[in-house]
């Protein structure tokens, strides 16, 4: 587990960014994600990686089916269509506003852990707020609790304000106990939403 203050404000550029084939405009970013089934290949990801400035290609897969393998990307993350800009968001790790959090250098660590993730999320509305933490971190546990022997797991809590000690440590504890891999990387990241009276989890954990 890491805690480190944050130093979004020192650089404005994103840490990720998502981009789609045939664009003219290559805004920079460190993480360069994209949607596997776009139809990338492997000429079309170096002019991104080069054209964005990007020290990590990350691909998204949204399906079930079998793609080309790529090495030039440096890891996979499954997910729903629909969860796209969520782990977009929750890789961009600059944004991350309150004194919990982890930097770009974390991410590039997770990502030399494996290189096949599995994303998910949820999320929880109502008063008072530790309640909302607890439904929250009682639906990711039972949502992790294959990847109880993972290698690496990063988990985002977003809320309309900073997070209490107390709601900061039921959510490690409830994730760490999960886990039976001791040598595990665990990383958190903190940042706010404006949504009143919620409180979201999201996570990404090495499935390989």
């Not at 805690?3 to 650089?11: E, F, G």
């Not at 990338?40 to 089916?65: F, M, P, R, S, Y």
């Not at 600059?94 to 852990?113: H, N, P, Q, R």
């Not at 709601?167 to 999960?178: F, I, N």
């Amino acid at each position: 587990m890491k805690y480190q203050l944050d130093k979004s404000q020192i650089n404005d550029l994103p840490c990720a960014a998502l981009y789609r084939p045939n664009i003219d405009y290559f805004p920079l970013a460190i993480i360069a994600c994209f949607i596997i089934s776009d139809g990338w290949d492997v000429q079309a990801l170096l002019e991104l990686k080069e054209k964005a400035e990007a020290d990590i290609l990350v691909g998204l897969q949204t399906d079930d089916q079998d793609h080309e393998s790529l090495d030039i990307i440096e890891a996979v993350i499954k997910c729903q269509l629909d969860e796209v800009n969520d782990v977009v968001e929750l890789l961009d790790v600059k944004s991350a506003s309150t004194i919990i959090g982890i930097d770009v250098a974390d991410v590039k660590s997770l990502f030399e852990c494996g290189s096949s993730f599995q994303f998910v999320q949820t999320s929880a509305t109502g008063e008072p707020e530790l309640d909302m933490v607890k439904t929250a971190t009682h639906k990711l546990i039972s949502l992790l609790a294959k990847a109880h022997n993972t290698k690496g797991l990063f988990v985002g809590m977003q809320s309309v304000q900073s997070l209490p000690l107390e709601s900061l440590a039921y959510v490690t504890e409830a994730v760490e106990g999960l886990l039976s891999n001791d040598a595990a990387s665990i990383y958190y990241s903190s940042s706010m939403s404006d949504e009143p009276n919620s409180f979201y989890l999201k996570a990404i954990y090495i499935e390989d």
